[in-house]
């Protein structure tokens, strides 16, 4: 990855925020609906946003190109859940067009993160795209419970999809959020499963963005450092220095040979080294997941913006990077931190 003095693609300076963080990693909502609806990420009963609020996909590659011109090297295609939007491969198409394009220049990734519902459809034109590597999201491998963690997902629909993926030649890693008294008793179970799949793993903290209607985050909050704390009584887990450009830590699992991650935005935060901004569906870029403000790009660019005013809206969104999030559990106002949900910034 460029660092912070030197040219991104085009002979443009790259985008660097207040604290010296260069910005190298994309992730892209491409929608905000999606057929799950995890109790953790969404209400059951959504209001989704009219196809006139969204961006066309010609203007999310177009914003996606100003972001590779200043430095953005990895991509993230997120939702919602991204596979669900109508002709999403064509983006999928622009974007593989951009790897590889020599030294310093253009993406060196493009991934996606999906709940998997989709991926006996588009796996083998995921890979043709240049995807090499995606996060499937699988809290649980109990099938009852899966549906009512998802309520209207079926886990051997996923299942399905995981075997297609691993046959088009994709490397998979599942994310599971973990929940306090839901699926805090499959650890051992998905790393397992993990090790007799080669999949790698990766436990998240549930995050305080959005009202729920069945649960309150603090009782589904499991701090990940009693989780790994009690793991490593039965595994055999050592430290690595194994990144993706994402906020996991990693260990390695002695008796599977997988690598095992831990995302904690809430017991220990990574905000010392984010290198990532978020691109909502709407044009809406959000320079901290754990903070409200955010700059209009959909609003420059359907003002008619040359290349030079894109750079120059994205220089100054870059320039009001935080240094990190405030994320709390409220456990006496049982409020989020943020009331946006998940799946309207992007997974």
Known sequence: MPDATSRAAGGREPLVDPFGRAITYLRVSVT?????RCQYCMAENMTFLPKAEL?????????????????VRKIRITGGEPLVRRG?????????????????QGLSELTVTTNGSQLARHADDLFRAG????????DTLDAE???????WGRLEQVLDGLAAAKAAGLAVKINTVALKGT????????????????FDLVFIETMPMGELDSVARVDQYLPLSMLRADLSRRWTLTDSDYQTGGPARYVTVAETGRRLGFITPMTH????????VRLTCTGTLYMCLGQEDAADLRAVLRDGADDAAL??????AIARKPKGHDFVIDRRRKTPSVNRHMSVTGG
């Open 145 to 151: 419970k899966f549906r009512r963690i998802t309520r």
């Open 32 to 36: 905000d609906r999606c057929d799950f």
């Open 183 to 198: 699926n805090d008793d499959e650890a051992d179970r998905l790393i397992a499963w993990c090790g007799e799949e080669g």
């Open 311 to 316: 750079d120059l809206a994205l220089e100054e």
């Open 55 to 71: 961006l066309t996909l010609e203007e999310l590659d177009r914003l996606c190109a100003a972001f590779i011109r200043r430095g």
């Open 269 to 276: 935060n990574f905000c010392e080294s984010c290198n990532r």
């Open 131 to 138: 995807v090499r590597r995606i996060n499937v999201s699988i």
């Open 88 to 104: 999403v491969m064509s983006l999928f198409d622009s974007l593989g067009g951009r790897l590889g394009q020599g030294p310093g």
